[in-house]
């Protein structure tokens, strides 16, 4: 008896493709952190942290997904190595501040410019596109995503 194969909608080969991307980047993540005596969680914080002037650690766990418990450790060891600075926010004193120290910033610096690293590898990536495939894709991004965000913000109404 043969079995129905299952047949491949376009859904499916987006969820393929954004797995094989994931997975992909996640290993240079994984190695770039890595080399740089990072841990994976340490790492994120400190590039969502560089991307602003200051941020809460409340929102840094809200755009990264980590657990709190996770988040806290790798802000802990980051802030023990002089990589972060922390205060607390002026009108909040149970919410901390996260702001990227100049140690950090030569680090993030210094891996951003590593020959083989996710930057560079990213950004190598980028130059096979042309402009208009490059902003696209981002749009594309853009439109996927925020369709997931209204669906999970109806889910939890």
Do not use: C, W
């Not at 200051?54 to 450790?73: A, H």
């Not at 004193?93 to 410019?113: N, P, V, W, Y």
């Amino acid at each position: 008896m043969d079995k129905e194969k299952t047949p491949i909608t376009p859904g499916i080969k987006l969820l393929r493709s954004f797995a094989r991307v994931n997975k992909t980047m996640t290993k240079f993540v994984q190695q770039t952190a890595i080399a740089n005596g990072l841990s994976v969680p340490q790492y994120t914080v400190l590039l969502t942290v560089a991307s602003e002037k200051k941020i809460t650690q409340k929102t840094v766990g809200e755009r990264t997904f980590l657990p709190k418990s996770t988040l806290s450790q790798a802000v802990e060891v980051l802030v023990q190595e002089g990589l972060l600075k922390r205060q607390q926010v002026e009108d909040n004193r149970r919410e901390m501040q996260l702001i990227l120290s100049d140690k950090g910033l030569t680090l993030l610096k210094a891996i951003h410019q590593q020959e083989g690293g996710v930057h560079q590898l990213s950004e190598k990536a980028v130059g096979l596109l042309t402009d208009q495939q490059f902003e696209e894709l981002l749009e594309t991004h853009r439109t996927i995503a925020s369709y997931f965000e209204t669906q999970n913000e109806q889910g939890e109404s």
